[in-house]
């Protein structure tokens, strides 16, 4: 269908998704012609297509897949893109169709809503099947008798961040790993000069258990001679936002990390 005057309001924009949505030809689909669709699909597509958040609808009881532009990065160069559009979602997604069907099945039949936070979901794209974690949600789309007659499903690809976190984690079971097989005193504390961790030496200097150590000030172990540069440099690194690592004059083996 070409783009006249006469294109269904819900199929007007300059977007690559309402163009190829425009252009497919739906008889082959069984949707027939978009002027003749039901209400419900026409407004929630509406929707999806203008929307600046990822979104991708699954129409139907055989879950035929809608997709807006800011959902098709997520799709990778090669693979999926523009192929599925209009397809039967278990033709589309047969890599996660076993994860994914019972899900969309629970919303169809009124039983809930889902939601989903850093989903690991893998999927086919860019020629691989790459580990993708997304955050998502699957809500039901009703008709005017109150029939639910889609799934729209609301994302964001949250893989980036995922890793992160595991990167995050790691360096932490690092540093504690060293930390805790190390002679030397150390400490990490948070912006207010609130310990938040001291490693076993400290146990073995103080002869106070670990969890009576944290939450209190580190200022109170460092020598009165220390105190003052130590406090400047570790509250300034806060206020730069750099890293600090500071070494004590009058007892070497202590050693003081500004965390974030």
Not at 159 to 175: G, K, M
Not at 196 to 223: C, I, Q, R, S
Request: charged share 25%; glycine share 8%.
């Amino acid at each position: 269908m070409s783009e006249t005057t006469n294109t269904p309001y819900f199929l007007h924009g300059e977007g690559e998704m309402a163009r190829l949505t425009r252009s497919l030809d739906w008889e082959k689909t069984g949707l027939g012609d978009p002027e003749q669709w039901p209400n419900e699909l026409k407004v929630t597509l509406d929707i999806v297509l203008n929307s600046e958040f990822p979104m991708f609808l699954f129409w139907g009881d055989d879950y035929l897949c809608f997709y807006n532009d800011a959902y098709r990065p997520s799709l990778g160069k090669t693979g999926k893109h523009p192929s599925i559009l209009g397809m039967k979602g278990k033709e589309a997604w047969p890599e996660i169709w076993p994860e994914i069907e019972p899900l969309l099945r629970q919303v169809s039949k009124g039983e809930g809503k889902v939601y989903r936070e850093n989903q690991l979901i893998p999927f086919y794209r860019n020629g691989v099947v790459e580990n993708m974690y997304w955050t998502f949600s699957y809500s039901p789309v009703h008709n005017e008798k109150g029939e639910i007659t889609a799934v729209l499903t609301v994302c964001s690809e949250t893989t980036a961040l995922v890793q992160r976190q595991q990167d995050l984690r790691n360096s932490e079971r690092r540093f504690r790993s060293m930390a805790e097989d190390t002679d030397l005193y150390i400490v990490t504390g948070d912006e207010t000069g609130e310990a938040t961790y001291f490693n076993p030496a400290w146990t073995k200097l103080t002869g106070a258990e670990m969890d009576e150590l944290t939450g209190t000030g580190w200022t109170n172990f460092v020598h009165p001679e220390d105190l003052e540069p130590f406090s400047s440099l570790y509250f300034g690194s806060f206020e730069k936002r750099a890293p600090f690592t500071g070494k004590s004059e009058s007892n070497p083996q202590m050693v003081i990390i500004a965390g974030f």
